[in-house]
């Protein structure tokens, strides 16, 4: 069975840092492209960043770039998302995305002092 | 504000067909699949449809798509109360982004 599972929210402080994992399980995790995707409390969704199955090609939302960075361990079937300079609009449940399918259940991120 | 525009809301009753709407520009709808996800409350998004117009194993031929010039739609026959949740539709290229539309929320009546 298909399992994608987020770890690694929680509150941080504004200009603080988390790192967010995705475990996945039931599939072949390193032939697959892998998304993150969010969405802040009562909002709709909005796609953060995609990577490829070797790493070889990576993309951020345009808002996003230079704080946020994609990576995966394909023999450990992880995928990453390393959040810097968080800032209170980063407020929201992330989710790992396998290619355009299949969704994880979210980890929530809040960003407050 | 969404680069893809769905309507905010949506209603009918059980037994009616609905339409949920998507419209965007030329290089977004027109140059892109459109996927369709169902997010029923407090839970992950499903997808429902994908490449304009395929529907996964386990989805119900109730939902279909369509897409024509630069809009898409979803359509849903046969209402049930179980299909009260939020619509989105989405557009992903072959540059590895994706964009969403604002999400419809379907109201059963």
């Known amino acids: 069975e298909l399992q994608l599972v987020e770890s690694g929210g929680g509150l941080v402080k504004p200009g603080g840092s988390l790192r967010l994992s995705c475990a996945a399980s039931?599939?072949?995790?390193?032939?697959?492209?892998m998304n993150w995707v969010r969405q802040a409390p009562g909002k709709g969704l909005e796609w953060v960043s995609s990577?490829?199955?070797?790493?070889?090609?990576?993309n951020y939302a345009d808002s996003l770039k230079g704080r946020f960075t994609i990576s995966r361990d394909n023999a450990e079937s992880s995928l990453y998302l390393q959040m810097n300079s968080l800032r209170a609009e980063d407020t929201a449940v992330y989710f790992c995305?396998?290619?355009?399918?299949?969704w994880g259940q979210g980890t929530l991120v809040t960003v407050s002092s | 504000q969404s680069v893809l525009t769905q309507p905010p809301s949506a209603s009918g009753t059980p037994g009616q067909r609905v339409t949920i709407s998507c419209s965007g520009s030329s290089s977004i709808i027109g140059s892109n699949y459109i996927y369709w996800y169902q997010q029923l409350p407090g839970a992950a998004p499903k997808l429902l449809i994908y490449?304009?117009?395929q529907r996964p194993s386990g989805v119900p031929d109730r939902f279909s798509g369509s897409k024509s010039g630069t809009s898409a739609s979803l359509a849903i026959s046969g209402l049930r109360s179980e299909d009260e949740a939020h619509y989105y539709c989405a557009a992903w290229d072959d540059s590895l982004s994706g964009v969403f539309g604002g999400g419809t929320k379907l109201t059963v009546l």
């Open positions: 995305v396998r290619d355009k399918e299949d």
């Open positions: 039931g599939f072949t995790f390193s032939t697959y492209t």
């Open positions: 990577i490829t199955s070797s790493s070889n090609y990576i």
């Open positions: 490449r304009n117009y």
